[in-house]
């Protein structure tokens, strides 16, 4: 099992970003998966997450701003961000899992929002 983030960077405030997720070793259509972030010096935070039947849940402190959607034929997710803030920058994580509570993570993929 494998998981690679990529699409991070540095934005100014206002911008967006659109993340990936490249699974490999299992189906992500056919599990729940989530996006998981980590600001500098402060624990993980949960995100968003999609459910085994494919409804889509956000924390409220990104939603209306962050979709998450995922394209079964290539295998990956992604995470599309718009209307960053500053508070937003961390380090991102795509996980297997809803709740991301498994051993499957990617490596991380750093998200820089500059005010």
């Known amino acids: 099992v494998q998981l690679v983030e990529s699409g991070g960077g540095m934005v100014q405030t206002g911008g967006s970003l659109r993340l990936s997720c490249a699974a490999s070793g299992f189906s992500v259509g056919g599990e729940g998966m989530c996006w998981v972030r980590q600001p500098p010096g402060k624990g993980p935070e949960w995100v968003t997450g999609?459910?085994?039947?494919?409804?889509?849940y956000y924390a409220e402190s990104v939603k209306g701003r962050f979709t998450f959607s995922r394209d079964n034929a290539k295998n990956t997710m992604y995470l599309q961000m718009n209307s960053l803030k500053p508070e937003d920058t961390a380090l991102y994580y795509c996980a297997r899992g809803f709740k991301g509570g498994g051993a499957d993570w990617g490596q991380g993929t750093q998200v820089t929002v500059s005010s």
């Open positions: 999609i459910s085994t039947g494919g409804r889509t």
